[in-house]
């Protein structure tokens, strides 16, 4: 049974993720900072619905935390970076800790937590690192200065990790959502926000934007690598 590791697993879109892959039969790391709680929650809906996971709790900002929570000698084989956070100001009143503490999760996060996973992974030479992006990064937002570059140099790492791991069998594509219904999009967008935002007239829903990761996992995705791929009602 291949294993998947979801960053940021107990979040309405991370819980999502994780119930489609262990649908698909995999064994699903169900990944939480500072709410193991609410991973253990993913973790037993998963197994009472007949299928195999685990929690686990590190925190990604941190270089060496993925070493001491993960065995990484048995080969994570689909990776789902989706541990984020949001600072938002303008930038004229942003402060330095918001900077930082957006890149540090969203950016450096990918790094600390697929670097040490790459040469397991390369060695089984099959792999799929699906990282978990925002349309803000495609076309800016106001106040969100900081998730965007973190976001934008996720693209750029995105495919360039692509061309390196390639010969290996392994693929690495970001999916890029936009307006996706849940608790955070529900204080922000409202009805008619959300109406005259999206071409499409609704907000996505986490298990819509699990079913484009799910296909990304899986073996017919095997010549899809270094893409940006958006999901977001003809937005952009």
């Not at 998947?4 to 107990?10: D, I, P």
Request: proline share 3%; charged share 15%; with cysteine.
């Amino acid at each position: 049974m291949k294993r998947a590791l979801v960053t940021g697993g107990s979040g309405d879109l991370g819980a999502a993720i994780c119930r489609r892959l262990a649908l698909d039969g995999l064994h699903v790391i169900v990944h939480a900072n500072s709410h193991l709680e609410k991973a253990e929650a993913v973790v037993a809906e998963i197994q009472e619905a007949g299928g195999s996971a685990t929690a686990v709790r590190f925190d990604v900002t941190l270089e060496d935390a993925i070493c001491k929570a993960i065995d990484i000698s048995n080969p994570i084989q689909v990776l789902v970076n989706n541990a984020g956070i949001h600072a938002d100001a303008p930038m004229a009143g942003m402060q330095r800790s918001q900077w930082n503490e957006v890149i540090d999760v969203n950016l450096n996060g990918f790094f600390n937590v697929t670097q040490p996973l790459l040469l397991p992974m390369m060695s089984t030479r099959w792999g799929r690192i699906i990282n978990i992006s925002s349309l803000a990064a495609i076309m800016g937002n106001r106040g969100q200065a900081n998730y965007a570059a973190a976001k934008a140099g996720l693209h750029g790492a995105t495919k360039s990790l692509a061309q390196e791991v390639a010969s290996r069998g392994i693929t690495v594509n970001t999916v890029a959502p936009g307006i996706i219904a849940g608790h955070l999009t529900e204080n922000i967008f409202d009805e008619a926000s959300i109406k005259r935002l999206v071409p499409m007239k609704r907000a996505g829903t986490p298990e819509e934007i699990a079913a484009l990761v799910s296909f990304l996992a899986s073996e017919e995705a095997g010549y899809i690598s270094g893409q940006i791929i958006g999901i977001n009602g003809a937005m952009a």
